[in-house]
C-alpha cells in the first residue's frame, strides 16, 4: 500500500472512531484474515510438497530396489522415474477437477478435498507390499497411488496461491503470494532432512545396501506412514478459513459460471497457453535440481553418476535448499517493484546460461568420482540452482492467477500450472537420465537452456500483469 493510501485510510479512521467506514472496516477485515491466509496456505502446500518429495527421493534410492525386478541399475532407475512421472499426468486432471469445484463451491472446500486427496495416496504407499512379495501387482498399484497424488497436488497449488494473492494488499500481491511457494523448499527440508535422519540412524548407504537392510525392509515407510500426522494438522488450519472476498463478491454477484472448464478454454485459451510457456523452465530446474541431480550424484561411476553415497549428497542438498527458500522472498519483492515479466525475464535468461555450466561444474571428468569428487564443486552447482529455483518461483503464484478472472481462476491457472508439469517435469527426470547415459551430463545442461529460451519467449509475449485488479470477472 502506497504511503499517500495509508495516509488516507488513516484519516478516515480518525474521522470515524466507531469504524463504520466501509473502506476502513473491510481493510481491518482483510489484515485480520490475511494472517490467517498466510498460515494456511504455508502450512497446506508444505504438507502437500512434502508428500510428493518423499516419493521423489524414494523413487530415486529405494523403489528401483524394491519395485522393479528387471534390467540393470539404469533401467530400474528409468522405471521408477517413469511412475515418477505418473503423478504429472494427473496434474492437469486434478486441476480440472478440482478447479471446477474451486471455482464453483469456493476455494475453502476444495483445498481440504486435495490436501485430503493427497494425504490418503501417500499414507497408502506406505503400506504398500513389494515386488518381491507380489509381482508386478506392487508397480501397479504404486503407479495408481502416485497418480492419485498427483491429482492432490493439482487441486492443491493454484488454490492455495489463489487465497494469498485474493486477500493481498494492492501493490503487494508478489510479496503475499510468496507464501504457499515457501511450502516448496519448506517441503523438501522436511522429506529429505526425514530421510537423511532415517538413512543415518539405519546406517544405509545406498551405493552398496543389500534388499535385506532393515532400511529397505520398513524404515522407508516411515516418512509416508508419518504424513498422516500432518495431514491431520492441515486440516485443523484449513477447517478456520473464510471464504476469499474476491469470490464472495462474485457469488454476491451471481457471477459464477457454470461449467468453468468450458469457460476458461472458450475465454481464456491464450492466457492458458502463456501461463503453461511461463512456467516450462520453472519446472525443468527444479526437478533436474531435485529428482535428477539425486539420482545423478548417487549413480555408480559405471551407471554414468558420481559415486557420491546418499548421505553425504543428501547433506549438500539439503544445505543448497536453503538458499531456495531464501530467494523465494527476492522474486516477489522484485516482481512487485519491477513488474512481473521484466524480472523473470532476468531470472530464466540467467537460467539459459545455468545451463552451459553443467559440464565444467559437474561433468566427471572435471569434478571426479566416489571418493574424489570436488564436493566444493557439486555444492556450487547445487547453490546456483537452488537461488534461480527461489528466482523463478517465488513470484508465479502471483503471475498466474493475475492472467485468468476470478470466475475461471482456480480452473484457469491450475492447468496452465499443471499442464506446465507434464512438459517441464513428468518427463524431465527421465529424459535428463537418458541424456546422461548418452551424451553426458552437458546434454542435460543444454535441455535446460532450451526450455529456458522457451519460457523467455512466452514471457516477452506476454502481458505486464502487476496492476491487474483481482476483482476483475
Known sequence: MSATTSAQAGSTAAADPAGTAPAEADRRLTSKERRR?????????????????????????????????????????LASMATFGAAFIARPLGSIVFGHFGDRIGRKATLIG???TMGIATFLIGLLPTAHQIGLWAPAMLTILRFTQGLGLGGEWSGASLLATEYAEEGRRGRAAMWPQLGAPFG???ANGFFLVLTVLFAFDSTSAVLDHSFLVWGWRV??????????????????????????QAVDEDKKVKSPVTEVFRTAWLPLIQGTFIMLATYVVFYLMTAWVLSYGIAKPEAGGLGISYT???????????????????????????????????????????????TPLMD???VGVGEDVAMWRVLLFLSLGMMLMGLSFGSMSALLPELFATN??????GIAYNVASILGAAIT????????????????????????????????LSPETRARDMREI
Open 223 to 248: 516418512p509416508f506412514l508419518a504424513s498422516l500426522a500432518m495431514v491431520l494438522l492441515g486440516l485443523w488450519v484449513r477447517v478456520k478459513l473464510e471464504e476469499t472476498p474476491v469470490f464472495q
Open 37 to 77: 491466509v498466510i498460515i494456511a496456505s504455508l502450512v497446506g502446500t508444505t504438507i502437500e510438497f512434502y508428500d510428493f518429495y518423499i516419493y521423489a527421493t524414494a523413487a530415486v534410492a529405494v523403489l528401483p530396489a524394491l519395485f522393479f525386478l528387471d534390467g540393470d541399475d539404469t533401467s530400474k532407475l
Open 188 to 190: 523438501f527440508i522436511l
Open 408 to 413: 475461471v481462476r482456480y480452473t484457469g491457472s
Open 114 to 116: 486435495a490436501l485430503l
Open 312 to 358: 553425504t549428497f543428501l547433506i549438500q542438498q539439503l544445505l543448497s535448499v536453503l538458499l531456495f527458500a531464501a530467494f523465494i522472498p527476492v522474486s516477489g519483492w522484485a516482481a512487485d517493484r519491477f513488474g512481473r515479466r521484466r524480472s523473470l525475464s532476468v531470472t530464466t535468461a540467467l537460467i539459459v546460461v545455468f545451463g552451459l555450466l553443467f
Open 429 to 460: 527426470p527421465f529424459i535428463a537420465v537418458w541424456l546422461n547415459a548418452r551424451w553426458g551430463v552437458g546434454a542435460v545442461g543444454a535441455y535446460l537452456s532450451l526450455a529456458g529460451v522457451i519460457t523467455f519467449v512466452a514471457l516477452r
Open 364 to 366: 566427471p571428468a572435471k
